[in-house]
């Protein structure tokens, strides 16, 4: 009956769309749930801390239960409360078929907590249930809570899954309160320019928190955690190593078994020592009894990575993500390895999927961008991002100053760069988009001076800069990260015997089979440092290696940056470059209006040292980052 409709496009339209969502209904699993923020009903805002910590702990119980698809905190914190929800669309969105939604009002010594089962694809309230009582009650009414919906959902529920649930997480509330808060932090640590002072605060709320209950093992684990991260994003330093192990002994002592506890040790042993082995056997473990945890799946894809299977990477990473739909830095880690292996149209789409629920994301919008530059050497659509959140968000500016730093060394322009790394602030930059490696200030305003013709000016700075990496060489002995950084700054300097030495030693220090990511960055920089110390041979050896690996050097970045602008004209690196360069006619086209773009700055750059003294020539001919025009 419908035929004479069947080639209107509008029709066709309906079709697809219903087909759509059938097809994604048939998809969804039975027993599956999101857990949404409740509602704080009491009238201090403070206790909003409270009840985030009272739904995470029904979330938490749910995803101890192996017949149960119930999706990660981060996802589901997306949806807060105060606005309508359509939870059929939030069902779709993050594939579940029944939601809970629910209130928490804290009045003095009495709580009341409400929660409701609700089908999403039918909008049928399932069950609900109020209570009132006593506040120190209020964890047995979270068990309450999750027991019965799993009976709801005739979820299998093992006794080790029961006990689990029954347990309470500690009995002081000001202490869950302090631990509550630092979740809260952490879970948004990693997506502002607040990140470095929001994981010290969570660090020392959690420390509150256990000094208050000496026993609570929870409050080790995100401790544990926390301090992990610590050490590995912000301060590569042996006394944070310390302290993220002295709080995995203490959760160990309380509960050796507990599958956080194994969780927690992968996590030191991974970021903490490097030992991947012993990292996934300890997520195998604690997969037994956390199988709705992401964390299982995300941090194995990050070791897979790391051991240099991709494949293997990219599944877990994949499967992380139907726990966790909407969690951004999945999402980001995903289109990252597909960036090292140079699948930049997976890596685009893979930034697609975030930008479809996080359309103003300042971060994924840059990357998008980040990806023409780095597959077919143009930096305008990364221009033309960054000139818009500078207009419309220019507080956001400083995540992603790394990015706007980037773009201005590929366009040549040393005043954006200036700008970018003011905007940056007291954090450390890096010259690609893997950021194992970070550099100082100091030795940014040295590229930077360097890359303006200022050679005086870049000195000084790299001279600077040198003091500093020394200390961190003398602090972190055997890291390569630190001795490649001091390598490039020998280079920088003239100091050719030295330059090499610290380079070759980080590469002996990383070799592949102990981190395939970090290991092919070490020999990245070791070419680099051999073209600015006039070592071409060499250079060219290194560059050959590195792109017949995964890696994050790519066409558009030896192309354009002036990094490499000492091995220009060379025919062995003019060969590399040509061998990543896209095959399509237009990215062809895009290449020669860079190729203009990078004669006229290296044009200028030569116009400035002819007007520099002989000593300064010189000094530019012979070393460092010194072709860097």
């Known amino acids: 009956m419908f035929d004479p409709l069947r080639n209107d496009p509008r029709f066709q339209e309906l079709v697809a769309t219903v087909d759509t969502a059938l097809s ?156 509550s808060h630092a979740k809260n932090l952490f879970l948004t640590a990693f997506a502002g320019a607040t990140g470095r002072s929001d994981l010290l605060q969570a660090a020392d709320l959690l420390k509150q928190a256990v000094a208050r209950d000496p026993q609570f093992f929870q409050a080790y684990c995100q401790l544990a955690f926390t301090e992990i991260n610590i050490y590995g994003v912000l301060d590569h330093n042996p006394e944070n190593l310390a302290q993220a192990e002295a709080a995995l002994q203490s959760a160990a002592r309380f509960r050796p078994d507990a599958g956080e506890t194994h969780l927690a040790r992968a996590r030191n042993l991974y970021w903490g020592y490097l030992d991947y082995d012993g990292a996934l056997r300890e997520l195998e473990i604690a997969r037994q009894s956390l199988p709705g945890a992401d964390w299982i799946f995300s941090l194995k894809g990050y070791i897979e990575r790391r051991q240099g ?71 305008r659509p990364l221009h033309e991002v960054i000139d818009s959140i500078r207009d419309k968000n220019p507080a956001a500016m400083s995540s992603v100053a790394d990015t706007w730093l980037l773009c201005a060394f590929a366009e040549r322009d040393a005043a954006a760069a200036k700008s970018a790394l003011i905007a940056l602030g007291e954090n450390s930059a890096s010259l690609g988009p893997i950021v194992d490696v970070r550099f100082s200030r100091p030795l940014m305003e040295g590229f930077i001076a360097r890359m303006a013709g200022d050679d005086a000016k870049a000195r000084s700075a790299f001279t600077a800069a040198r003091t500093d990496a020394e200390k961190t060489v003398q602090a972190q002995l055997n890291y390569a990260p630190a001795l490649c950084v001091l390598g490039l700054i020998e280079a920088s300097l003239g100091h050719q015997e030295e330059a090499l030495r610290e380079g070759r030693r980080a590469v002996e220090l990383c070799p592949t089979k102990k981190d395939a990511v970090l290991s092919v960055a070490m020999v990245k920089y070791l070419a680099m440092i051999a073209a600015w110390v006039g070592e071409k041979d060499l250079a060219c050896e290194q560059l050959a290696i590195v792109i017949r690996k995964p890696g994050d050097l790519s066409y558009g970045q030896l192309k354009l940056m002036p990094f490499w602008d000492p091995l220009r004209g060379d025919s062995r690196f003019e060969k590399i470059v040509a061998s990543l360069a896209p095959k399509d006619q237009e990215a062809i086209k895009t290449a020669g209006v860079s190729d203009k773009r990078l004669r006229l700055a290296a044009a200028t750059s030569r116009s400035a040292r002819r007007s520099s003294t002989p000593d300064q020539r010189s000094v530019s001919r012979d070393r460092a980052g010194a072709q860097q025009r």
């Open 24 to 179: 994604t209904q048939a998809k969804i699993p039975e027993k599956s749930i999101a857990v949404l923020p409740f509602e704080n009903r009491s009238s201090d805002p403070e206790n909003a801390f409270f009840t985030d910590g009272v739904q995470d702990e029904i979330l938490t119980d749910l995803a101890r239960i192996a017949d149960l698809k119930v999706i990660s905190r981060t996802s589901v914190m997306q949806y807060k409360t105060g606005a309508k929800r359509n939870l059929r669309q939030i069902g779709n969105e993050l594939g579940v078929a029944h939601v809970v939604e629910g209130g928490v009002q804290r009045v003095g010594n009495r709580v009341r907590v409400n929660a409701q089962l609700i089908d999403a694809r039918t909008d049928a309230h399932l069950w609900a249930q109020t209570y009132d009582r006593d506040l120190a009650d209020v964890f047995a009414i979270q068990s309450e809570i999750a027991k019965t919906i799993a009976d709801q959902l005739e979820a299998n529920l093992s006794p080790s899954e029961k006990s689990a649930i029954e347990q309470p997480p500690t009995t002081d509330i000001t202490a869950f309160n302090l631990y």
């Open 309 to 379: 299977r991709w494949e293997e990477c990219i599944r877990d990473l994949e499967r992380a993500t139907e726990l966790d739909p909407r969690n951004v830095l999945t999402l980001q880690q995903l289109a990252q390895t597909y960036e090292q292996l140079r699948r930049y149209a997976e890596q685009k789409s893979t930034f697609e999927r975030i930008l479809a629920f996080e359309p103003n994301d300042p971060v994924t919008n840059s990357a998008h961008a980040f990806v023409e530059l780095d597959s077919k050497a143009d930096t």
